[in-house]
């Protein structure tokens, strides 16, 4: 098994192979600070190392990346941090070098889950053509301590290519500029980012020959614009998550994907559906539990999704997600936590909380309030209801968390096939979402 | 200053508001879209909010994708989504006229 460091001494040519801020890292110069890593103290030989991002800082990303290839077969474990997050505890470590990668899933409360990979299942689906690699230059603007950062790096490192850490991932402006004078021509993001680079009016600044989308619903509007703005671009959506690895890539300019991957596995990943319509993916690398000792798959080694799909004609389209939970421009918002909110306010008898589609940032939260019998049906009764529970809301709660709408309905129900339809005083609200869980009461 | 971008710009002032961002001193056509105060998350929320306001959201009716830069830009979708419904009611009611 080839490590991390194998494929950088393997580079024939000593072109760049990491760009941040002025200074621009040969493969020998990355394999000298590599080795100096492993000198230290820092990333002991067969014992645990802990690799941690901060803040979106690029110094801090380089460092990381750079304790990573140290670490990778040399190291017995990598535990993957973001800032201010408590690493896991391992209870054991492998006796060899053939070195567990520990990466958190970017959960949507409380802490995090630790999955453990290998470098097989970090990149099964990398491509590492080196020849055409050797042309791509990646723009990272991810956290390269989580799973969809990690697969840019390595899609660098071993692909053949190079790789641009901006000073600031945070700075939009700047990171765009640093990406154009470094002649990023590849570049992996969520959806809602290249919305806001799209509406940024500097998305033109760069010449574009890869464009991937992961994390998020792409919707078909956005893949044809991007392919409108980077005409010479492969414009690829990448369905993937931290557990379940890399499941497939759709580059035919339509959302969702199509529906002979169920019967003809592509890239090796095999994928069902249930009878909820929640999308299951199984392959020979997928980790088999969580650091906790919770089992990740099924006895067949299918992974849940947790992702709702729905066949429309010849393809599979994302509907949301299981547990309901709504991606605000990437930020995870659990409905639960709102209709809490609104059900703490006098004169709320149900509340429920749905995604609305958003051109902007995805999905946003919509809120539907049924009042108590006490409150008087009159207009103005209604709207000051809905103005308190909005205040209340935005009292209370993140601002990502905000409902976008509230609407009062004169009753909230569940449809036979669980779906919610409400009466608004404008008429009949119903929803398409499916989900389950139904409506929060009051108590 | 027309309804619709009368409409836009208070609803605009009004979200940077209540997310506590800085206003911009001055808005114009020029303005680009993300430097008018509002971040995309203000942003989401102004097209619900003018959805709910004017009755409409462009970004679901539009057949070619559009993502404005500027102000000008955004103001300029809305109009012509505006004058698109105006016509659709025309057509709904007096098919005939409109055939003829």
Known sequence: MKHLIDHISNRVDDSPLIFHGDVALSSGQVLERVNAIRSSDTCLRGNRCHVQSDNGQGENDLDAILSLIAADGWSAAIVMGSSGERPTELSELPTTCDTRWHLATSGTTGEPKWVAHSLASLTRSLKVDSSKGATVRWGLLYDPCRFAGLQVVLQALLGGSSLVIPSDRT????????????????????????????????????????????????DATLLVALQEAFPQARVTHIYASTEAGVGFAVSDGQAGFPAEFLDRPAQGVELKVDERGQLLVRSQETPASYADGT??????????????VEKRGDRYCFLGRTNRVINVGGDKVHPKEIEDVALSVPGVALAHVRAKSNAIVGQVPELFVEPSSDVATDDADRTALRETVLERCRAELPRVKWPAKVTIVDELQLSAAGKLVGTSPQGTVSNGDGFKEGVSHAV | MNSIRKEIELC?????????????????????????????????????????????????????????????QFVQLYERFSEHR???HRRAEHPQSENS
């Open chain 1, 295 to 308: 089992s990740i798959t099924d006895r067949q080694g299918w992974v849940p999704t947790g992702d709702l």
């Open chain 1, 171 to 218: 700075n939009f402006i700047q990171t765009v500029s640093e990406f154009q004078s470094h002649r990023v021509n590849a570049l992996s993001t969520t959806p809602s980012y290249w919305r806001k680079l799209l509406m940024a009016g500097i998305a033109e600044n760069l010449d574009l020959r890869l464009v991937t989308l992961g994390g998020e619903i792409a």
């Open chain 2, 12 to 72: 605009l002032r009004a979200g940077i508001e209540l997310a506590g961002l800085e206003s911009p001193a001055e808005l114009n056509d020029e303005t680009r879209l993300l430097e008018t105060g509002l971040d995309s998350l203000g942003l989401a929320m102004l097209v619900v909010d003018l959805e709910d306001r004017l009755g409409y959201d462009p970004f679901t009716l539009m057949k070619e994708p559009v993502y404005p830069k500027t102000f000008g």
């Open chain 2, 86 to 88: 105006r016509a659709e």
